[in-house]
């Protein structure tokens, strides 16, 4: 019975299904016998003690909910017996302390890294060729063209010869034998990088720079500023049209802002200004193989863990991830932050109901009252177009036990660990102070995982229950299983699997060390993540009207 089911907090007056509960089960706890009135799947959970219509459901010691009618002691909690609801925040309470964790395992050691003019280190050497309008994605795509073949950096595509034996079937006359065609996965050739110390050029197209509103430019010219600023990045190609709102000057403002002695090599080419499309792609093209023979001197050397900079999101979440994933990334956090290093945590709607927790946390009331102010104006931009918070939660994460946003958000926080909130940072401000930093960021996770590198992370640990192949363009990231059945199904994107927590194998402690581990293997290249062997490289920028 000890791994059928857990109590999260002392508080909690709900019970978790760790294993498929059967209706007329009897379960036990603390000496107490609970028979089930339904059945609970894994993941769910269900009533400890008869609760009331407008009871508090407890959940991680805090308000994630209320009855709204009896459930009877042993009933599994669902979206028709519990309404979404949070506790409220203040000012800051108190001064936080905070003991840090062992970290004497990882002292001295290093990480092979590329060292930057401005003290950063990257964890890859990735080029940039951005669009800063729309107008100018067909030029970036036809760069991409024409270097990625020629440079190594393309990609074999194993299902062209599927469709390519379909066609010969169909020539062949034979097309009822393509229904059985078998997909048959071959190990192909890998291309010869001409630039061996060049990670990749990427190429980050997107739908701004124009149309909307002036302050969604400005924040894309910061998005971008800020990519060209990580550290795993060697410096940039920027293709303007001219009569854009994005103009070259809020770019240049951008970088001076995040750095301003930053050094890299930025090559800006304007369209309106260079001639013919033509004339205009082959300088860019030339300008930009001189600049990649120029990346290509720079090493991997030694760097120490205090120049990790992580980011903390998670999506595609179910029920066990902020008992298993979310916490062993949080004890990640706690490692970075007692080593020196920087963490992000973003997804701001995802942070609902624990705010007075981390506005405790935050190290003055300047910061913690900036936290306040974002929160609050995020929820109400939410509720001005007839939504909210409570809205958050997908139909993947009510189908694996998240049906409120509050139990969603309090195993989320998890990622955030136990430290000092060092800096509260909004969309696009950079990440310059050691310690855990808040992001306001929404909890959508390509949008999420963009803004964090956005803000300097140069590795990024990603939790999912249910699965995502979400990647980023320039930083590593590391996907994290909830559970081993997760990993197990779907290992083609899953680099940890925190499984082990739920089945009482490893403790968080334990599993947060493999963890890091890991993360010291991917900084020093010795290991691709998953997403970055499937070249998964997602890039959304957050318009910021409303985005959940």
Not at 131 to 142: A, D, H, I
Not at 229 to 257: D, H, M, R, Y
């Amino acid at each position: 019975m000890a791994h059928r089911l857990l109590k999260i907090h002392p508080k909690d007056n709900v019970l978790v299904a760790l294993d498929d509960l059967k209706a007329g089960e009897t379960v036990q706890y603390e000496g107490k016998d609970i028979t089930l009135i339904h059945d609970v799947p894994a993941k769910h959970k269900f009533a400890q003690v008869d609760l009331h219509e407008g009871d508090k459901i407890l959940m991680y010691g805090n308000l994630v909910g209320k009855a709204v009618e009896l459930i009877p002691e042993g009933e599994v909690l669902t979206t028709a017996n519990v309404k979404h609801e949070a506790s409220g925040f203040t000012e800051r309470t108190g001064q936080f302390q905070w003991s840090g964790p062992d970290v004497s395992k990882w002292e001295g050691k290093t990480f092979m890294g590329y060292h930057r003019a401005d003290g950063q280190v990257g964890t890859a050497n990735y080029w940039l060729v951005i669009p800063l309008v729309f107008c100018e994605n067909r030029n970036v795509n036809t760069i991409k063209q024409a270097f990625m073949d020629e440079l190594g950096f393309g990609h074999q595509d194993v299902y062209k010869s599927y469709v390519q034996q379909m066609v010969d079937l169909y020539q062949s006359g034979k097309t009822a034998e393509i229904e059985t065609l078998a997909f048959q996965e071959t190990e192909l050739a890998q291309q010869t990088r001409l630039f061996e110390n060049v990670d990749g050029i990427r190429f980050l197209t997107h739908e701004g720079g124009c149309g909307g509103i002036r302050q969604d430019s400005e924040m894309l010219c910061g998005l971008l500023a800020g990519y060209i600023n990580n550290p795993n990045v060697a410096g940039a190609t920027v293709l303007s049209l001219g009569c854009q709102n994005a103009q070259i000057s809020i770019l240049q403002e951008k970088l001076n802002k995040i750095n301003a002695n930053q050094s890299k090599p930025v090559i800006i080419l304007e369209q309106q200004q260079e001639g013919t499309e033509q004339e205009m792609l082959a300088k860019a093209i030339r300008k930009t193989f001189l600049a990649l023979v120029d990346a290509d001197k720079q090493k991997r050397e030694p760097a120490p863990l205090s120049k990790l900079v992580i980011g903390l999101e998670c999506g595609g979440s179910d029920g066990f991830s902020g008992i298993s994933a979310n916490p062993t990334v949080g004890q990640v956090s706690d490692f970075i932050v007692e080593l020196g290093g920087k963490s992000i945590l973003s997804e701001f709607p995802e942070l609902c109901g624990v705010e007075q927790e981390l506005i405790n946390r935050c190290v003055n009331d300047d910061i913690a009252t900036k936290f306040s102010s974002l929160m609050r104006a995020y929820a109400h931009a939410a509720e001005a177009v007839g939504s909210g918070f409570d809205m958050n939660p997908s139909p993947g994460n009510i189908k694996d036990g998240l049906i409120t946003d509050a139990i969603k958000s309090a195993g989320a926080a998890k990622k955030g660990g136990t430290s000092p909130v060092v800096d509260v940072l909004d969309y696009t401000e950079y990440a310059t102070k050691p310690g855990l930093n808040l992001l306001c960021t929404p909890g959508n996770d390509v949008e999420s995982t963009t803004a964090m590198a956005g803000s300097g992370a140069n590795i990024i640990l990603f939790t999912t229950g249910l699965g995502t192949p979400t990647g980023n363009p320039v930083t590593p990231v590391i996907k994290v299983s909830s559970n081993t059945k997760l990993a197990e199904k779907m290992p083609d994107i899953i680099d940890v699997d925190t499984g082990p927590v739920i089945a009482g194998e490893k403790t968080i402690e334990e599993m947060g060390t493999v963890l890091l581990d890991h993360i010291i293997e991917v900084a020093s290249g010795n290991v691709k993540t998953k997403a970055m062997q499937l070249d998964q490289a997602d890039f959304i920028p957050w318009k910021r009207g409303v985005s959940l």
